[in-house]
């Protein structure tokens, strides 16, 4: 059974199937363009692996106090290797922008400070960017 006639009997009309048939045919390029960032970065992080000689006791368990964590500092290098950095701060419990910008901020002469302002900060800025999706979505 051919792909048209499996969509057909799945309700799809062959002018709608046609439509998408077109719009991949115009996105083809682009798409093409994605996969080949996309098999770049790969390679990128596969070879960071290598040269950090990531192996099986990377991903054992541990006690969780992060005492000579082998696993979560190799990681950590891999990340430094991929993103051309001196090092990498990788954590589990940075879960959110706020998060990594009350880290970031905390750090600087605003000391406790800081995380008042990464709060105030990241309401703002999601006040925003909602704004604009919700101006974006209402224009369709």
């Not at 059974?1 to 062959?14: D, H």
């Not at 770049?40 to 040269?51: G, H, I, P, R, S």
């Not at 008042?116 to 919700?134: C, D, E, N, R």
């Amino acid at each position: 059974m051919e792909l048209q006639a499996i969509y057909q009997t799945l309700g799809v009309s062959p002018a709608v199937f046609a439509y998408g048939e077109a719009a991949l045919d115009r996105l083809r390029n682009r798409f093409a363009d994605i996969d080949r960032t996309a098999e770049y970065n790969q390679a990128k992080v596969l070879c960071a692996m290598q040269e950090n000689r990531v192996n099986a006791t990377h991903f054992a368990a541990t006690t969780g106090y992060g005492y000579d964590d082998e696993g979560r500092d190799n990681l950590e290098r891999v990340y430094a290797a991929v993103f051309h950095t001196e090092a990498a701060l990788v954590r589990p419990q940075i879960t959110c922008g706020t998060h990594a910008l009350a880290l970031a901020l905390s750090g600087t002469a605003l000391g406790l400070k800081g995380i008042w302002w990464a709060l105030t900060l990241s309401s703002v800025i999601k006040g925003i960017l909602f704004t604009i999706a919700f101006r974006h979505a209402s224009a369709d």
